[in-house]
């Protein structure tokens, strides 16, 4: 792979055997084990859950946590998740959600943020002036504390916000200087969308790609979030073409870096050591692919 490559280990890749969104969410793996193993394989960088933040924080400090990044070179942190940020501020989720807030934003002060992801995993309707509105107020509150990026993912249970155009159109709207895109490409192949289609991405707007693999076709059509959270496929081991989605991304000018996001009960289950080196060697190995395959 080429130097100018530059690769994050994504929380749910590389956090161990966490119950994702239906329990302890937080992982086993100290978060200097984590620094130390990302170093050893070649990651630039890792990323967080709030959760996980959390429980982190219970026992050292952002300080700490910053020093065990630079003490093994890592320069990018993804933060995340912020949800129900366009709710009445008297909502409990809002309640909940600025709490959230006020914990990543304090995070990317002192850690080396590149961006900090919000969306909607739930899924609720909202009036899309409303998202656009909140999604402008949430990046110029992020603006006052960090000059990280506020990426919106976008999902196939994104109710508002499903295409490509939509996604921009958010974004756009908002007019943030700080607010972009976070692409998946797992959630490309989901709602249909191939390499090409990437290319409707204006490049100022487009913040953040992560590559993940999978079946074309849903696994059954009952479950979905079952398929979500734990049957993804590391790059090159699913049908999607992720070569393509990568040289799509370069042709507009994405520079990276590229996040590696695999949810996989499989991946999960192994050790530290095995988990982070095939995340980051399957990866790699999609950047020397020519053709698709």
């Keep these: 792979m080429g130097e100018d490559v530059e690769l994050v280990g994504l929380y749910w890749t590389v956090s161990g055997p966490v119950e994702v969104h239906f329990g302890r ?9 984590r620094c130390a193993e990302a ?29 065990s990044m630079d003490d093994h070179g890592l320069r990018y942190l993804e933060l995340e998740f912020l949800m129900h940020w366009w709710l009445d501020p008297s909502d409990d989720r809002r309640k909940e959600s ?10 990317a002060e002192v850690l080396p943020a590149h961006h900090i992801k919000v969306g909607n ?17 949430l990046c110029a ?24 155009e939509t ?25 249909n969308i191939p390499p090409e289609g990437l290319k409707a ?38 049908e999607f073409d992720i070569p393509g989605y990568i040289r799509a991304a370069k042709e ?17 289950n192994n050790p530290i050591d095995v988990i982070f080196r095939r995340a980051y060697d399957t990866t790699a190995a999609q950047f020397l692919e020519r053709s698709p395959r």
Excluded: C
């Excluded at 170093?39 to 946590?65: N, P």
């Excluded at 909202?126 to 656009?132: C, D, N, Q, S, T």
């Excluded at 756009?172 to 607010?179: F, I, M």
């Design 121 to 137: 995993i739930p899924g609720d309707p909202v009036k899309f002036g409303r998202l656009v509105e909140s999604f402008a107020e």
């Design 25 to 33: 969410e937080w992982s086993y793996f100290s978060w200097e084990d």
């Design 98 to 107: 600025d709490r959230i807030r006020r914990l990543l934003f304090e995070a």
């Design 167 to 191: 996604a921009v159109r958010l974004v756009e709207e908002a007019g943030a200087p700080n607010g972009g895109l976070a692409i998946d490409t797992w959630h490309l192949e989901k709602l």
């Design 252 to 268: 507009i000018g994405y520079p990276g870096p590229w996040g590696v996001e695999v949810l996989s009960e499989e991946l999960r």
């Design 141 to 164: 509150d992020a603006a006052k504390h960090t000059d990280a990026t506020v990426a919106y993912e976008f999902m196939p249970f994104d109710v508002n916000v499903r295409d490509l």
């Design 201 to 238: 991405v204006p490049r100022e707007r487009l913040a953040w790609i992560e590559l993940s693999d999978g079946r074309k076709a849903w696994m059954a059509d009952d479950d979905h979030v079952d398929e979500v959270i734990n049957h993804r496929n590391l790059p090159g081991e699913g």
């Design 39 to 67: 170093e050893k394989v070649g990651f630039a960088g890792l990323g967080i859950w709030h959760a996980d933040l959390e429980h982190v924080l219970e026992s050292q400090t952002l300080q700490d946590m910053r020093r």
